[in-house]
């Protein structure tokens, strides 16, 4: 029989500190990291160091990558430093790559939080509630606390770690893939597998292992006319406005039931096999975990199966929002000189985003051309990436499998999922290995929505998860 000791010390010294692990994520979510807010670059270089002095406390060697600067609404910033930690050094031993994100989305009282968002709070069922806590703060700080509860039980961890956390991934992750590349042959010379936990369970009750993404591909689209904003009483009826031209075009983009219209866009969208559609069947998924996520059953397709098709393998449009126009409470009769529209797809297996960018251009430019306006239209593509697909066959799933039985008492479901970590796919290709997504949260967390949350439960078991799969790896050969 196999020795369990080691992982029961383990696993005790975790439940025995759970507060302290509470109180840990309660001091990174207290720093505002929004990549994406120039406004607060600098909170995001101040979690990057609040994670070096922990990886200090903790033994790690590191590197703070300097990856250069960008331009944000005309200001040059200093892009946030990539850490690479490395935590042990035996070659005896396997060496598991972890990725994870420091940075998160934009959060603001008034959009709807019951509560501060950057001030971690706990109800009375466990929800921490706080912006980053389940994205992607709680997940990256539950490989920190992994190792230090290894270190206070005594426990020899069974591999070589190296740690790359980034400060820019809701904002593009730029700088990232050319770090790789330039490393994969040094830093990143002898890894044997990565490990992401970077995603969610489908639903709320059951562990999953994650072996495919959709890619993303993200647009700006901008109309633009008078040399400044007008006043609609004197001007209204007189000239063409561009917010009336980009509401237009945005809703020429999808259905109200999610059907693209663009042309071109489904061409190369793989084709469902019978052997793929069988394995939705094991799936253990109900509308009603849809329901709880979304509060609301606004859902477009009334069975699992097919709702589960459009989240994993079919490309979707979402349009963002609008930059330039009215949004404070009240009524302002301003007439908006320039508007721009955010909007993305989701891509899918065979779908090229340089194509894709391609047919977006086309079509939007050709529909404004039908408009007869004098205004201006500029389209671009923000960033894109295409979709991740891995065998979840490997050792490394497979150990990962084993770890969700021991810590939860149950086989995980197998899942692709909707969302887009582009990193995943350069991970893979760049290193050749096999890339695991290990998610910790829950399908109703709300990332990057109001009330994110990340349960205590989720949390603590997702640190004996992670150690344990850890621990599972060391045994494949």
Not at 21 to 46: M, N, Q, T
Request: proline share 4%; hydrophobic share 35%.
């Amino acid at each position: 029989m196999a020795n369990t000791a080691p992982l029961e010390s383990f696993f005790n010294y975790v439940d025995q500190n759970q507060d302290h692990y509470v109180a840990r994520l309660r001091e990174a979510v207290a720093i505002p990291s929004v990549s994406a807010d120039a406004g607060h670059r600098e909170e995001v270089f101040r979690m990057g160091n609040w994670l070096i002095e922990l990886f200090k406390q903790l033994g790690i060697s590191y590197e703070a990558a300097d990856v250069g600067t960008h331009v944000v609404d005309g200001k040059t910033l200093k892009l946030p430093p990539i850490l690479l930690g490395t935590y042990g050094n035996d070659p005896n031993k396997k060496t598991i790559l972890v990725y994870g994100h420091y940075d998160v989305q934009p959060a603001l009282i008034e959009d709807g939080w019951s509560s501060d968002p950057w001030k971690l709070t706990e109800d009375s069922t466990g929800r921490l509630v706080g912006r980053g806590s389940s994205d992607d703060k709680g997940p990256i700080i539950g490989w920190l606390n992994a190792i230090e509860a290894h270190q206070k039980a005594g426990v020899e961890f069974p591999v070589n770690l190296k740690i790359c956390f980034e400060g820019m991934e809701e904002n593009g992750s730029e700088g990232l893939d050319d770090l790789i590349l330039r490393e994969a042959n040094r830093y990143f010379k002898d890894v044997d597998a990565v490990c992401i936990s970077d995603n969610y369970w489908l639903g709320v009750t059951k562990p999953c292992l994650t072996y495919g993404l959709r890619g993303i591909s993200y647009f700006k689209v901008s109309v633009s006319g008078p040399g400044r904003d007008l006043h609609s009483g004197v001007f209204g009826g007189t000239v063409y406005e561009p917010m009336t031209d980009l509401v237009i075009l945005l809703s020429k983009l999808v259905t109200t039931d999610g059907k693209i219209l663009i042309p071109g866009v489904n061409d190369d969208v793989a084709e469902l096999t019978d052997e793929e559609q069988e394995t939705y069947k094991s799936i253990e998924f109900k509308l009603h975990e849809l329901h709880s996520a979304i509060e609301s059953q606004t859902n477009i397709f009334d069975n699992e199966t097919r709702t589960l098709q459009a989240r994993w393998r079919y490309p979707s449009l979402s349009i963002h929002g609008v930059e330039g126009a009215f949004s404070a409470s009240g009524a302002k009769t301003v007439l908006p000189c320039k508007v721009s529209g955010k909007f993305s797809i989701r891509l899918v297996p065979n779908m090229d985003p340089d194509k894709i960018t391609a047919y977006v251009e086309k079509y939007l430019k050709e529909e404004f051309a039908k408009l007869g306006s004098k205004n201006k239209l500029h389209v671009e593509c923000l960033h894109g990436a295409k979709a991740w697909v891995a065998s979840p066959n490997h050792w490394n799933f497979v150990a990962a499998a084993k770890a969700v039985e021991k810590v939860f008492n149950c086989k995980p479901d197998m899942t692709r999922e909707g969302g887009s970590i582009p990193v995943t796919l350069t991970f893979q290709d760049a290193l050749n290995k096999n890339v695991l997504l290990l998610p910790m949260g829950r399908g109703d967390d709300g990332a990057h929505s109001t009330n994110e949350k990340l349960d205590r439960f989720n949390y603590i078991q997702g640190i004996k998860l992670l150690g344990t799969y850890l621990h599972e790896v060391a045994k494949t050969t």
